[in-house]
């Protein structure tokens, strides 16, 4: 059982922590717009584990009415993500640019309230299961377009061959905390992928840490750096090795 789709992304964290479904499927990373920033404070909200990932192209469509041309266009639907990810094509056009929860949702939509001044930005699959026209496909900036997803569930299930650790900390508001913690990686010889940081709510200035890896929880040399890791941090949770 997989959630998704016109559920939020809440709305998936929550069911598959209820046992409603046994995974979960996030976008967390983009090539062009870089993190989904939302769904990395969710991974720390949820005690979900990552039990793997896939990196997928991504081609955008702007779908409307089946009466509708692309001169009838003023407002189009989508996630903020996508959004981004078309930003030359909407500006160069002057279309008005409307956030929803996600691209099935802007598809849905402009089904539900029959305007044919409004379109979605959205898959061609998409549009082809709400009965919506291909407008104008592979609108996105960059014909390249990837975007990371991770799959989860909630139980702490982890492959004996994994190779890729995500890790979620947070440091003591101290000068030089973020420099002694690296070198945990650093010493310890292990690769480190990614790090990204988020602002920690109601905490001015304060952050956790994202980082991915590479490697085992049975590595002795990753063992090292989690043992200085959690020593350091405030606090540490490992979000899967996959």
């Not at 983009?30 to 793997?52: F, K, P, Q, R, T």
Request: with cysteine.
């Amino acid at each position: 059982r997989l959630v998704g789709s016109e559920m939020c992304i809440r709305d998936s964290m929550e069911a598959i922590k209820e046992g409603m479904a046994d995974y979960a499927v996030l976008p967390i990373e983009n090539s062009s717009a870089g993190i989904v920033s939302e769904n990395y404070d969710l991974m720390v909200e949820y005690d979900n584990c990552i039990v793997g990932e896939q990196i997928i192209q991504i081609n955008h469509a702007l779908l409307g009415l089946p009466d509708a041309e692309l001169s009838d266009i003023t407002d189009v639907y989508s996630h903020p993500q996508a959004l981004m990810q078309c930003s030359t094509f909407l500006n160069d056009n002057g279309l008005k640019q409307i956030s929803v929860e996600n691209t099935a949702v802007a598809a849905k939509r402009v089904v539900e309230e029959g305007d044919k001044s409004q379109a979605a930005i959205a898959s061609e699959i998409a549009g082809k299961l709400y009965g919506l026209e291909l407008l104008k496909p592979f609108i996105q900036n960059n014909q390249g377009n990837t975007t990371r997803f991770v799959i989860l569930a909630n139980r702490k299930v982890y492959q004996k061959d994994a190779g890729k650790i995500s890790l979620c900390f947070e440091l003591p508001h101290t000068s030089g905390s973020l420099y002694n913690m690296l070198g945990n990686f650093i010493f310890n010889h292990v690769n480190m992928m990614m790090i990204e940081s988020r602002p920690i709510p109601e905490r001015n200035w304060e952050y956790h840490f994202f980082v991915d890896f590479e490697g085992n929880l049975n590595d002795s040399a990753v063992k090292n750096a989690l043992r200085g890791i959690r020593e350091e941090a405030l606090n540490m949770k490992i979000l899967g090795n996959y």
